[in-house]
């Protein structure tokens, strides 16, 4: 008997650089190998946000390797569950796809401060997609 295919997920925002960032940081660190997980965005930053980097490494999570990507019409193809956290119309819409729309502040220009409450935010919901798909959380 084959076992069933792993699950793909796409964090979408405008910049690449906060929200989707940190919630494949955290669907990365908690769904394990048990998730396939993408992010990208509209008009990528040059580099992720410093106080998103530390933010996340406040959690154990060292992003400061990672780097904003275009999203691509491939990686929503590509993807089960496409979650768009304000990218608004730039996101490409293919039908057969499921897609949820997070409502969360925007961390750019943001102080580290700022960022904590929208970083556990964003685990919260992570944490309940991963419910959602039957995936156990990773230790």
Not at 5 to 31: E, I
Request: aromatic share 4%; charged share 20%; hydrophobic share 40%.
């Amino acid at each position: 008997m084959s076992s069933p295919a792993v699950p793909s997920v796409l964090f979408v925002c405008v910049h690449n650089a906060g929200r989707s960032q940190m919630a494949a940081a955290f669907l990365t660190r908690l769904g394990g190998d048990g998730v396939q997980v993408r992010s990208a965005g509209s008009a990528p930053a040059d580099a992720v946000n410093p106080a998103v980097v530390e933010a996340m490494k406040e959690t154990g999570i060292d992003i400061s390797a990672e780097t904003p990507k275009v999203l691509t019409a491939d990686a929503v193809q590509s993807s089960d569950v496409v979650i768009t956290m304000g990218c608004g119309d730039a996101c490409p819409y293919f039908p057969g796809k499921r897609y949820l729309d997070w409502k969360l502040d925007d961390p750019a220009g943001q102080g580290v401060q700022a960022v904590r409450p929208i970083r556990d935010e964003i685990e919260r919901r992570v944490r309940g997609l991963l419910a959602e798909l039957g995936i156990e959380v990773t230790p």
